[in-house]
């Protein structure tokens, strides 16, 4: 029989939150592959875990994936384990899930911390609707950081971003300049002693660390566009263009003239007799 690939979720900060059923199967496995051989020898050691490790990390994610599937076909079972938190989040375990899966070997996921989770949950935004971006591509890769920060600068749900230290400064720098000021909740050392929620402005953020030097893994939760704003702006557009630009659109798509007067009424929140009088007074003048 084949062996399974179990997604171990680790502690974040605060070794407590370790789950029995992690401790477990970190025993009972034949194998861990850890992103960081180094660091997760502190884990295992804390835990009294003696079972063999290798390394799977960014840089050898594609052989070392098979490597590991060859292993599991052979009958091991195999556990992953990432720095910190959950495998497969922003972590190239995504990899060697997409790949089990292919090989057709079972991949279980045993539930525990996230950074991004913990986050939103601190951050006092809207939980019910939220997207993770991760870590942003980095400033030397201007295209690519562009193009993300602008499919960003619509979204209505609630932003979670991953941020260094060292980046940190540019990153909120370059959120304002694309997202404009908005609410944000910047996370430091979450779950550990020195655990830390800041709520505040992106403006304010920024000034705020001209003065204070950034420490610590951060988490950034942002405040996505309102619905209001997004039809305000909407509208706006429409209100940037004369009447028959706007008629025209409607018209060029097959409606009748009627109809699209009813459809450029509701683009510009007035009513139906408001467009048709304007358009009237146009054609007199």
């Known amino acids: 029989m084949t062996g399974k690939l179990y997604l171990c979720a680790t502690p974040i900060g605060n070794l407590d939150d370790m789950t029995f059923r992690v401790l477990e199967t970190l025993k009972s496995v034949d194998l861990i592959a850890a992103e960081d051989t180094r660091n997760s020898i502190k884990l295992l050691n804390h835990f009294d875990i003696h079972t063999e490790m290798t390394s799977y990390h960014e840089y050898n994610k594609y052989d070392k994936a098979q490597y590991l599937i060859s292993r599991m076909q052979d009958g091991l079972n195999v556990a992953l384990i990432t720095d910190a ?9 995504e990899v060697l899930v997409a790949e089990c899966q292919k090989a057709g070997i079972t991949v279980t996921s045993l539930p525990g911390p996230a950074a991004c989770i913990t986050a939103l949950t601190l951050s006092g935004l809207s939980t019910r609707r939220f997207c993770f971006e991760g870590f942003l591509p980095s400033s030397e890769d201007k295209k690519a950081r562009k193009r993300i920060l602008e499919d960003l600068k619509d979204e209505s749900r609630t932003m979670i971003v991953y941020e260094a230290p060292h980046h940190l400064k540019a990153a909120l720098s370059d959120l304002y300049e694309t997202l404009g000021d908005r609410r944000i909740s910047i996370c430091r050392e979450l779950t550990k002693k020195f655990e830390e929620v800041r709520p505040t402005t992106i403006s304010e953020a920024i000034a705020f660390y001209e003065d204070n030097e950034p420490r610590g893994e951060y988490v950034l939760v942002i405040d ?22 706007h008629m025209a ?11 699209a007067m009813k459809k450029v009424a509701s683009d510009r929140g007035v009513g139906k007799r408001d467009i048709y009088q304007a358009l009237l007074d146009g054609e007199k003048s």
């Open 224 to 245: 996505g566009k309102s619905l209001k704003e997004q039809d305000e702006e909407t509208r706006q557009s429409f209100m940037d263009m004369s009447l028959e630009e």
């Open 249 to 259: 659109i409607y018209e060029s798509q097959g409606l009748s003239r009627k109809d």
């Open 85 to 93: 938190g959950t495998p497969a989040i922003s972590d190239p375990g």
